[in-house]
């Protein structure tokens, strides 16, 4: 098994990702094992109450806890956090699309609801053989989102950008005027380089803020401000954009 890959990104620029191995995702899976182990325990409690009051509705929202916990989980937390869970944090490792941008709810949905083939026929069997069979050590959920799993950077300039697309105001907004003139193009690179931007190391960061972000935010007037990155800027410029044309 390769324990690398490697993407070149639209701006030409070759980006390597580090695989999980299936050491770190099965101690992140046996944490967040545990975490949803307690929160089953906590429900039984209500259940416990609730049980000789109202039997049928009782067994039926256990049941019904029991499947939220097990999909909703790991979708809620891999869509919201990062494409982490609370075991992957742990481990240092995430779940990204194969083209290297933040995984989609849309995938979170798919690759977690399909965990169910990956058990199959007990104890992981189909997803660990998926894993050391597969090129970038996909589980069938992975294969069918288009997801992979990799370690985080350590060679990276750090860079905390808010969030992922909202309908809340961004709140460097004020800096960047009203983008009179620009393109769906460059709103395409923009954000593309945005997604891209916590894997790309240090030298390619700066580089495609030179060729990529200052030529864009020239024309559209935008400058450079001392005490802030220009990742910032990126990513309000695409939020103000994306809201005021309709694109979230």
């Not at 026929?121 to 959920?141: C, D, H, S, W």
Request: glycine share 8%; with cysteine.
């Amino acid at each position: 098994m390769a324990a690398e890959y490697t993407i070149t990104t639209p701006e030409k620029v070759d980006v390597h990702f580090s695989l999980a191995s299936i050491g770190s995702r099965g101690v992140a899976l046996l944490i967040d094992t545990m975490v949803e182990l307690m929160a089953f325990y906590a429900l039984g409690m209500v259940i416990g109450v609730l049980l000789p009051m109202m039997f049928a509705p009782a067994i039926a929202f256990w049941i019904l806890s029991i499947l939220l916990l097990f999909f909703g989980y790991p979708i809620l937390t891999e869509a919201l956090l990062g494409g982490r869970t609370f075991g992957k944090m742990a481990m240092g490792i995430r779940v990204r699309m194969v083209d290297g941008s933040p995984i989609t709810p849309g995938a979170a949905i798919i690759r977690n609801l399909l965990r169910v083939a990956d058990i199959f026929p007990n104890l992981y069997f189909t997803g660990i053989v998926a894993i050391f069979f597969t090129e970038r050590q996909q589980r069938l959920g992975d294969l069918v989102a288009g997801t992979v799993v990799i370690r985080d950077r350590r060679d990276v300039q750090i860079v905390p950008l808010s969030s992922p697309l909202s309908e809340g105001m961004h709140p460097l907004e004020p800096l960047i005027g009203e983008l009179k003139g620009m393109t769906r193009e460059e709103y395409d690179a923009v954000k593309a380089f945005c997604d891209r931007f916590p894997e790309m190391p240090a030298g390619a960061q700066a580089r495609l803020i030179r060729e990529v972000w200052m030529p864009i935010a020239n024309r559209l007037q935008i400058p450079p401000f001392a005490d802030v990155h220009p990742a910032w800027l990126m990513e309000a410029v695409v939020m103000k954009y994306a809201r005021t044309h309709g694109l979230l």
